[in-house]
T-cell receptor, first 114, second 118 residues
Framework: AQSVTQLDSHVSVSEGTPVLLRCNYS??????LFWYVQHPNKGLQLLLK??????LVKGINGFEAEFKKSETSFHLTKPSAHMSDAAEYFC????????????FGIGTKLQVIP | DADVTQTPRNRITKTGKRIMLECSQT?????MYWYRQDPGLGLRLIYY???????NKGEISDGYSVSRQAQAKFSLSLESAIPNQTALYFC?????????????????FGEGSRLTVL
């Protein structure tokens, strides 16, 4: 069984300040973990993924996430928010060996204040 | 051109009408999926297909049907639409060709089809 919990449904930051979007997961396996971003009226785009290699994963647009097995967390961070980061972000956990099961979090809406 | 194309992008229909949402992909992936997105619920899987002859129900398949016409095409039908099927629908693909541990389950999404049932 697996699940994913995004701890905040909405996050608001000022432009130029750090971003932290929190995600906790549970899985019976060694999971793959993803962050996807969805801009308004767009599909989901992969930001980054963890697949049992390096625990600190760097993605596009300056985002990164750290896999912490002891805390079952995969929080998404960015040092300095940009207006274009305003979007909805989804944390996703996937079972091993491909599409055994993919579970989406409910999403976190990021607002960036000028 | 988008790798995963959904048509129509927007549709308004009435209760009881039959609706088809179509998805085509140029990524060459063998696996295709239909998801539904509702505010506060994330994405939920309706149906998935691992190849043309393999179709499987997801979490919320009731009221929906699918057809995999070719490797590149996967359509979703609502036989008799009802208002609580108003949602944003996404088609996605993935590639099983990355066998074993390298197959991470990464999904590639279309831009969505917004369906409103009155």
């Amino acid at each position: 069984a697996q699940s994913v919990t995004q701890l905040d449904s909405h996050v608001s930051v000022s432009e130029g300040t750090p971003v932290l979007l929190r995600c906790n997961y549970s899985s019976s396996y060694s999971p793959s973990l993803f962050w996807y971003v969805q801009h308004p009226n767009k599909g989901l785009q992969l930001l980054l993924k963890y697949t049992s290699a390096a625990t600190l994963v760097k993605g596009i647009n300056g985002f990164e996430a750290e896999f912490k097995k002891s805390e079952t967390s995969f929080h998404l961070t960015k040092p300095s928010a940009h207006m274009s980061d305003a979007a909805e972000y989804f944390c996703v956990v996937s079972g091993p060996g491909g599409y055994q099961k993919v579970t989406f979090g409910i999403g976190t809406k990021l607002q960036v204040i000028p | 051109d988008a790798d995963v194309t959904q048509t129509p992008r927007n549709r308004i229909t009435k209760t009881g009408k039959r609706i088809m949402l179509e998805c085509s992909q140029t990524k060459g992936h063998d696996r295709m999926y239909w998801y539904r997105q509702d505010p506060g619920l994330g994405l939920r899987l309706i149906y998935y297909s691992f190849d043309v002859k393999d179709i499987n129900k997801g979490e919320i398949s009731d009221g929906y049907s699918v057809s995999r016409q070719a490797q590149a095409k996967f359509s979703l039908s609502l036989e008799s639409a009802i208002p609580n099927q108003t949602a944003l629908y996404f088609c996605a693909t993935s590639d099983s060709g990355l066998a074993g541990p390298s197959n991470t389950g990464e999904l590639f999404f279309g831009e969505g089809s917004r369906l409103t049932v009155l």
